[in-house]
């Protein structure tokens, strides 16, 4: 596999940096074009295994470091602080890219996944350019959640005393001081991400991942949870695009897959066609990360695959 980096400009001041992975052996045609949007607190490098997998089956992989996240971040000191109006310069950063894929990559199908985070993010795409895309994949996600404005409102309280750059603590431990409840005795604060021991640890010894997010985070993220599920945006989204669903029955961001459930149930009274959703028995929140991974994989290629133009 080849692995490219490079950096587009977006007008932050600081680059965006993206991965691309693509198979060495060119004589075989892509099939087609998968964009990743990684997650809270992570990095698009993680993401490797699964391009490692989708490129020797014909396809080519793209994903970018986020605002405020690994290189695209600039610094250690800024890892958590995406900027004013972050979340929607993330989205603005992932349709940046999805045009620089099909200026490189004109004839094929594009493809858009999202995981955590990045589902949410592309929650928002599917009604911000849905035609930009053949179809869209969420990773660990979730629908409607309550108590998002009361999260946010300390967030603002936050941010006034302290600064929007200021690492938060108390929001973080408000979002995901409970994910482990589930999983006592626990043996670390990550252990809620996979059942894989050495995943985790991998997590936790990789210095972009893992770190606290600032007031101002939260209070865009907050925003945009509330902003993706409100009925006038969930109607733009095109009936004809494809949506394929994946997570895992324990996974706390998704409330235990009944998040999953409603958000899907929700797509289908809006008239969306073709919804594939998939829950793995005991399986967390990072299912290309869980111990069950290759299947995961395999059935995320073969829906890819069910979804390329004939």
């Given at each position: 596999?080849e692995?490219?980096?490079?950096?587009?400009?977006?007008?932050?001041?600081?680059?965006?940096?993206?991965?691309?992975?693509?198979?060495?052996?060119?004589?075989?045609?892509?099939?087609?074009?998968l964009?990743?949007?990684?997650g809270?607190?992570?990095?698009?490098?993680?993401?490797?295994?699964?391009?490692?997998?989708?490129?020797?089956?014909?396809?080519?992989?793209?994903?970018?470091?986020?605002?405020?996240?690994?290189?695209?971040?600039?610094?250690?000191?800024?890892?958590?602080?995406?900027?004013?109006?972050?979340?929607?310069?993330?989205?603005?950063?992932?349709?940046?890219?999805?045009?620089?894929?099909?200026?490189e990559?004109?004839?094929?199908?594009l493809?858009?996944?999202?995981?955590?985070?990045?589902?949410?993010?592309?929650q928002?795409?599917?009604?911000?350019a849905?035609?930009?895309?053949s179809?869209?994949?969420?990773?660990?996600?979730?629908?409607?959640?309550?108590?998002?404005?009361?999260?946010?409102?300390?967030a603002?309280?936050?941010s006034?005393?302290?600064?929007?750059?200021?690492?938060?603590?108390l929001l973080?431990?408000?979002?995901?001081?409970?994910?482990?409840?589930?999983?006592?005795?626990?043996?670390?604060?990550?252990?809620w991400?996979?059942?894989?021991?050495?995943?985790v640890?991998?997590?936790?010894?990789?210095?972009?991942?893992?770190?606290?997010?600032?007031?101002?985070?939260f209070?865009?993220?907050?925003?945009?949870?509330?902003?993706?599920?409100?009925?006038?945006?969930?109607?733009?989204?095109?009936?004809?695009?494809?949506?394929?669903?994946f997570?895992?029955?324990?996974?706390?961001?998704?409330?235990?897959?009944?998040?999953?459930?409603?958000?899907?149930?929700?797509?289908?009274?809006?008239?969306?066609?073709?919804?594939?959703?998939?829950?793995?028995?005991?399986?967390?929140?990072?299912?290309?990360?869980?111990?069950?991974?290759?299947?995961?994989?395999?059935?995320?290629?073969?829906?890819?695959?069910?979804?390329?133009?004939?």
């Open positions: 596999m692995q490219l980096t490079f950096t587009f400009d977006n007008g932050t001041g600081h680059d965006v940096f993206v991965y691309r992975w693509r198979s060495e052996d060119l004589k075989s045609p892509p099939a087609g074009v964009q990743i949007a990684h809270m607190a992570e990095t698009a490098k993680r993401y490797e295994r699964l391009a490692r997998c989708l490129t020797a089956c014909g396809y080519i992989v793209y994903a970018n470091d986020h605002r405020g996240h690994g290189r695209t971040a600039g610094s250690p000191k800024e890892l958590g602080w995406p900027g004013s109006n972050g979340f929607t310069g993330m989205a603005e950063d992932m349709l940046a890219l999805g045009e620089i894929i099909k200026r990559q004109p004839a094929l199908p493809f858009l996944m999202g995981h955590s985070m990045g589902s949410f993010l592309t928002k795409v599917m009604y911000m849905p035609e930009s895309y179809g869209f994949i969420l990773s660990g996600t979730n629908g409607p959640r309550s108590l998002l404005t009361l999260g946010k409102s300390l603002r309280m936050q006034r005393l302290q600064g929007a750059s200021h690492r938060s603590l973080n431990a408000m979002t995901f001081g409970g994910f482990n409840r589930k999983f006592l005795p626990v043996r670390t604060p990550f252990d991400l996979s059942r894989d021991q050495q995943e640890d991998r997590y936790l010894q990789d210095p972009e991942c893992g770190f606290l997010c600032s007031a101002g985070f209070y865009d993220f907050f925003g945009l949870l509330q902003e993706i599920h409100q009925p006038q945006n969930m109607q733009k989204i095109p009936k004809h695009k494809p949506v394929y669903i997570g895992g029955e324990l996974d706390p961001v998704g409330l235990n897959g009944e998040g999953v459930r409603r958000l899907a149930e929700l797509y289908e009274q809006l008239g969306l066609q073709d919804i594939e959703v998939r829950l793995y028995p005991e399986g967390r929140h990072e299912m290309l990360n869980e111990i069950n991974r290759d299947e995961v994989t395999n059935h995320l290629r073969d829906w890819l695959e069910r979804h390329l133009p004939e």
